[in-house]
């Protein structure tokens, strides 16, 4: 039971580049989350899915996009990649949108 | 305001007893969370609270509860340096599509020996 896995854990993006950060869980959860960390600015969300075929925007989805692929894997994709979007992202499941969230371990990205 | 209000750093000594104050939103929350972030680790689950308990406490750690004032805190006794971390409150808000977590920005809690 791996939880919640992220890949790639690092990247470096040159500005207007594109990549899709890829995130899966293995609880059989229904929910799932992108957030950002940025230093001083806590998680912010980007998008959520509450189950299989459902997504939604969350407080920052501006140059993102998001498929919920199936139950079990949710990505994250930026189209053409801007230094504001250098970040910290971590994905989360849920089995209900009030359950407890795990996350994953994150993804460290660099735009330059 | 429409944030998740913590202070943003706390400092302690090994021993003492430490205190995280976080201001929340929503009155209709139903629970209300603490999450611990190690250094470049993911967030992980700390302790919860239901929003019809005032107290709830879990070992070392006290939860307390004033619905009135918004107001959630953590105590942490006997604070121990593997007890540094950012520490994050986070209220469930309901809207829409359904519910999200909406966190604060964290407080960063050091411990020193």
């Known amino acids: 039971n791996a939880g919640v896995t992220q890949t790639p854990k690092f990247q470096v993006l040159k500005t207007g580049q594109s990549m899709t950060l890829q995130c899966a869980q293995d609880?059989?959860?229904?929910?799932m989350y992108w957030y950002r960390q940025d230093p001083g600015m806590g998680l912010r969300l980007i998008y959520y899915?509450?189950?299989?075929?459902?997504?939604d925007k969350g407080e920052v989805p501006n140059g993102y996009n998001v498929s919920r692929l199936n139950k079990r894997e949710f990505s994250l994709r930026l189209e053409s990649a801007a230094p504001s979007q250098t970040s910290v992202y971590f994905c989360?499941?849920?089995?209900?949108?009030?359950?407890?969230?795990?996350f994953g371990p994150g993804t460290r990205l660099t735009v330059t | 305001g429409e944030d998740v209000e913590q202070s943003l750093f706390l400092s302690v000594r090994e021993g003492d007893s430490s205190v995280i104050n976080c201001t929340y939103t929503?009155?209709?929350?139903?629970?209300l969370y603490w999450y611990k972030q190690e250094p470049g680790a993911g967030l992980q689950l700390l302790t919860y609270i239901f929003s019809n308990m005032d107290m709830k406490q879990d070992q070392r750690l006290t939860v307390l509860l004033n619905k009135k004032d918004k107001h959630l805190s953590l105590r942490i006794a006997d604070t121990q340096t593997g007890d540094s971390a950012i520490y994050f409150c986070a209220e469930i808000r309901a809207n829409q599509a359904g519910t999200a977590l909406i966190f604060g920005k964290g407080t960063t809690l050091s411990v020193s020996s």
């Open positions: 899915s509450a189950s299989e075929g459902t997504t």
């Open positions: 989360a499941s849920s089995g209900t949108g009030t359950d407890e969230q795990y």
């Open positions: 929503d009155s209709s929350s139903t629970y």
């Open positions: 609880m059989n959860h229904n929910s």
